[in-house]
T-cell receptor, first 111, second 115 residues
């Protein structure tokens, strides 16, 4: 699976959009980009995933660049409850099915 | 909304004892996983399970560990003789499909403390 690079920490004001970047320059054509988050020591929570098109759900939007070498997770109106560690994971189709977690980005939402 | 459940939420045991961590995956899911997270460290894959067989296991998953689906709903992780370094959060996950486009959903975890 391709490696990902994320900033170790970010801050965002409550009510503003939080934009979390992820670099995955070695991504292959059949690899999906997944985003999870972990609040304190709770189980990782699925947020969103995509292959090449931008995706949106009730939690977030995922913007993938045309060359697929990077992506951005957007939380449109961040709340204090969005404070968490966010993981960007690239995962191959049909290969090893495990998720490989990195250190992620610790996002702090400030009041 | 269906969710993965795990019991107990916290297990304290003495070194050398056996522990069984239990998980109830989402009902129509067919693929099951265990991960662990030592305090302050990354979430690490332990094992994946499908059709009553281990599909993949990590180097961490040595002979002290075993998994079982004893009935149609439960999925268990057994640690035969616990060590101090087994202290961690253990997360169960399940997914509906095997392909990369499928999503793994995680349970809340069991905190294992080995004394």
């Amino acid at each position: 699976d391709a490696k990902t690079t994320q900033p170790p920490s970010m801050d965002c004001a409550e009510g503003r959009a939080a934009n979390l970047p992820c670099n995955h320059s070695t991504i292959s054509g059949n690899e999906y980009v997944y985003w999870y988050r972990q609040i304190h020591s709770q189980g990782p929570q699925y947020i969103i995933h995509g292959l090449k098109n931008n995706e949106t759900n009730e939690m977030a939007s995922l913007i993938i660049t045309e060359d697929r070498k990077s992506s951005t997770l957007i939380l449109p109106h961040a709340t204090l409850r969005d404070t968490a560690v966010y993981y960007c994971i690239v995962r191959v189709v049909g290969g090893a099915q495990k998720l490989v977690f990195g250190q992620g980005t610790r996002l702090t939402i400030n009041p | 909304e269906p969710e993965v459940t795990q019991t107990p939420s916290h297990q304290v045991t003495q070194m050398g004892q056996e522990v069984i961590l239990r998980c109830v995956p989402i009902s129509n899911h067919l693929y099951f996983y265990w991960y662990r997270q030592i305090l302050g460290q990354k979430v690490e894959f332990l094992v994946s399970f499908y059709n009553n067989e281990i599909s993949e296991k990590s180097e961490i998953f040595d002979d002290q560990f075993s998994v079982e689906r004893p009935d149609g709903s439960n999925f268990t992780l057994k640690i035969r003789s616990t060590k101090l370094e087994d202290s961690a959060m253990y997360f169960c996950a399940s997914s509906e499909a095997w392909r990369g486009g499928s999503t793994q959903y995680f349970g809340p975890g069991t905190r294992l403390t080995v004394l």
